[in-house]
């Protein structure tokens, strides 16, 4: 979130070299015909059945001693070769004559003394001889027509001043050129160096700086020196070497890797390279040695913008800390890095500063530094990452009197906020804020810059953002990731925010209205959450469909289900729930609807059919037959005493009692009659049942009368419900008048149902046709007795 401020001439780090090589790998990478690596596999020679599209070859760190002409000739179109870290002891260049497309070369580390100059391909770009055994430089004239060379890595014991000359006309980009093993003896040899942008001098490890010679070189811009060993007697030696290479107007950049010295030769090298023209001073492994006094530093108007020290070992321990501290406090430059020192602490400086850019990454500063500091007011960077503050409220404080700091970093500290220590004093200032990866919680957001765009506030202990914070209108980035936060936040009170990180929270059921709340927002990063896939995920998931590809970052890979279990780990744009398990109203009506609607229709029918009045024959009729699978069989049989039994209203009782009663009985049929069958004491449907059950027929005699009759319909449901359960036909229905369909009541269906499928007798109103009728009737009778009789026998 912090940008670092530094010149992009950093260090002579000769990242076109890296990119050279693993820039072609990579083009390459998608046919492993292509590229073969054999690095580390202790071979003795190189291989004979390398395929032969063979592009890049690495056989480095290996056991080979010698090249020939055949090892790599059929590999035509081999562009990289790697061959460092052998015990080559020997080259030929012309074994590389059928390698047209050749450009990268390493033969470094090996045990090299001389080489045959040929011709070599003019594409080579990339030649590395450095780490080898050789006296002199090994350039051979031919290198002059290379003239897409831009790195040449080269060693030797001594050297010459036109040692370089065959190639003097050729634009590189490096030389490194080893000086481990020169000879200490060459006191007065020179070298010239023209036409290269960078220059890595490399020397022994182990010995005190002692090298003498003269380099010179006209267009240098990056100067870097390796294993620098110096003391209080040879600090001078380094500083009159230095004199030849640093003098031109050209050399921007100036870098010291493993440097190792006292404190009293340190100052001595910045006070050499103050009036300088160098701008970029960058020391990378300083070890301080022997004692740290106070030094004189005079600081001349100068042309460096920015020192950078990374990783100091302090191997003094007792030692003025004044002396050490104001050295770089009081330097008058703009931009000033150390970094992984474990310095406890940094003066404020006495006058007002230049300083626009510090970064004290990786000490040990507490809450104290730079408290009451108002010399600083040029300031606009701070980064004091990976330190020991522990208190936000005291570094409010310290930022009070930066008026000019825009972007603070304070992240991996151990920093809280406890509101009792009061309100926190913030520059205006500030509008980029890293708090990343220390131990705040929700009061963080009562103690922000009020000014802020830019807050990174992951890692912490958050778990809510306060609905009452005020004074965020102007954040447009927010980083909560890796917290704790349960829900998705709004847009209310960061009515200008446009980028929003909080994936690794545990957000589980974000809102679906919170494009709706956030118009401005440009990214989202919600992914690795522990999402519920339920309704309310389901609404947040159409309003992501529903915006550009381009502002859920992560989708779909990093948005799954967490629960429920059946669901976990199915992406979000796969959840799909039905639309009526997910809408309560449309739930309520597809359930309530149908239930209504068929109360009504019970309800109708009820009215229709009278269906309580069937329920309460069903239920009589029932509980009697249950009495009657009780009863033996032989009681059973002796309780069918009559033939038949006679159901008629009231109102054609005479016709029943003067003519069909009469006629019956005459014929010794038995029959059986309410008024002097029913017995006294049971109910009257009781009775009903019982007297159809001890009859072997049911006669009915129909009119408009017996329509009218409820207790006649009753013994005319029992009577159809017996012939159903003995599976007989037992019913007699004789029509007494005319009966026309619209007078019986709806309820009586299954009177309607009789008359319309069986057949009846009419009652004859000529005289001349009643003798037929009885001896129809007592035939229908006489018929059924033979049956019952033999049944009964």
């Known amino acids: 979130m912090i940008k670092d401020k530094e010149s992009p001439i950093r260090s002579c780090h000769f990242v076109y070299i890296v990119a050279l090589v693993f820039g072609t790998i990579i083009q390459f990478s998608d046919e492993s015909e292509f590229v073969v690596d054999m690095s580390k596999t202790s071979l003795i020679h190189v291989p004979k059945d390398l395929p032969p599209k063979t592009k890049v070859l690495d056989l480095s760190q290996n056991n080979i001693s010698e090249l020939h002409l055949s090892d790599i000739s059929f590999l035509s179109g081999l562009r990289v070769l790697r061959l460092s870290h052998n015990g080559i002891q020997g080259l030929d260049i012309s074994i590389f004559k059928f390698n047209h497309d050749l450009e990268y070369l390493d033969l470094s580390h090996n045990q090299l003394q001389k080489i045959s100059c040929h011709p070599i391909t003019t594409t080579l770009k990339h030649l590395d001889l450095s780490f080898n055994d050789f006296h002199a430089l090994p350039i051979c004239k031919e290198f002059g027509n290379l003239t897409q060379l831009n790195f040449l890595g080269l060693s030797a014991t001594k050297l010459q001043q036109l040692d370089l000359l065959p190639i003097a006309h050729l634009h590189l980009s490096c030389i490194l050129l080893d000086l481990e093993d020169y000879m200490k003896e060459n006191k007065k040899e020179s070298l010239q160096i023209l036409n290269t942008k960078k220059l890595h001098l490399v020397f022994h490890p182990n010995s005190f700086f002692s090298v003498q010679v003269n380099i010179s070189a006209n267009s240098l811009g990056c100067l870097q020196l390796t294993n620098i060993k110096l003391n209080d007697y040879n600090c001078q030696v380094l500083l009159k070497f230095l004199s030849g290479l640093t003098g031109g107007p050209t050399l921007l950049n100036f870098t010291l890797n493993h440097m190792e010295t006292t404190w009293k030769c340190l100052v001595k090298v910045f006070q050499f390279l103050w009036p300088k023209p160098v701008e970029y001073l960058n020391i990378y492994n300083l070890t301080i040695v022997e004692s740290i006094d106070e030094e004189v530093f005079t600081y001349y108007k100068t042309t460096l913008k920015a020192l950078k020290i990374e990783h100091i070992t302090n191997k003094v321990f ?3 800390q004044t002396a050490l501290y104001t050295v770089f406090s009081e330097m008058n430059i703009l931009m000033l890095t150390i970094s992984d020192t474990r310095f406890i602490h940094m003066l404020c400086p006495q006058e007002p500063s230049t300083f626009k850019f510090l970064n004290f990454t990786q ?5 104290s530094v730079f408290q009451n500091c108002d010399t600083l007011a040029r300031l606009e960077t701070l980064i004091l990452q990976k330190n020991e503050l522990k208190d936000l409220f005291k570094t409010s404080l310290m930022t009070k009197d930066m008026l000019s700091l825009e972007t603070l970093d304070v992240s991996w500290n151990s920093l809280e906020y406890d509101r009792s220590n009061g309100n926190c004093s913030w520059v205006g200032s500030i509008v980029v804020l890293n708090l990343s990866s220390n131990a705040l919680t929700d009061s963080v957001f009562r103690c922000l810059p009020p000014r802020i765009k830019v807050l990174d506030l992951h890692n912490n202990r958050i778990r809510s953002i306060p609905k009452d914070v005020t004074g965020l209108e102007t954040l447009q980035e927010l980083n909560l990731a890796s917290n704790s936060l349960a829900h998705l936040p709004g847009c209310g009170i960061f009515s200008s925010l446009s980028i929003l990180i909080i994936d690794y929270n545990s957000v589980s059921n974000p809102s679906a209205d919170f494009f709706q709340s956030c118009q401005k927002i440009r990214s989202l990063k919600a992914g690795n959450n522990p999402f519920q896939c339920s309704c309310e995920l389901r609404d947040f998931i159409q309003s992501v ?4 590809s381009d502002v859920v970052e992560g989708w779909p890979e990093s948005y799954k289900c967490d629960y429920p279990e059946s669901y976990k780990g199915t992406p979000l744009k796969d959840f799909q729930v039905s639309e009526l398990s997910c809408n309560t109203a449309l739930l309520i009506v597809t359930i309530v609807v149908p239930g209504l609607v068929l109360a009504v229709a019970v309800t109708v029918l009820c009215i229709y059919l009278d269906l309580p009045w069937y329920l309460r024959m069903v239920c009589q009729w029932t509980q009697t037959r249950r009495r009657a699978r009780n009863v033996p069989l032989e009681e059973l049989q002796r309780t069918l005493q009559f033939h038949a039994f006679i159901s008629y209203s009231e109102h054609d009782s005479a016709w029943v ?16 009659l309410h008024e002097r069958n029913f017995v006294a004491g049971k109910s009257i449907v009781e009775n009903i049942i019982n007297c159809i059950e001890k009859s072997y027929k049911s006669i009915f005699v129909l009119s408009p009368n017996f329509v009218q009759s409820e207790w006649c319909h009753y013994e005319l449901y029992f009577a159809h419900h017996n012939l159903f359960h003995e599976g007989s036909n037992n019913l007699i229905l004789i029509l007494l008048e005319p009966i026309p369909q619209n007078t019986i009541p709806d309820r009586y269906h299954k009177l309607r149902a009789l008359m319309a499928q069986r057949t009846y007798l009419e009652g004859p109103k000529e005289k001349s046709k ?14 059924k007795l033979m049956e019952k009789a033999a049944e009964i026998h």
């Open 318 to 320: 007792i030692f003025s």
């Open 363 to 367: 000490n040990s500063f507490t809450d």
């Open 770 to 783: 009643h003798g037929l009728f009885w001896a129809n009737l007592r035939a229908s009778i006489n018929i």
């Open 545 to 548: 469909g529903q915006v550009s």
């Open 657 to 672: 009692k003067n003519e069909l009663i009469p006629n019956l009985e005459k014929e010794d049929v038995r029959i059986c």
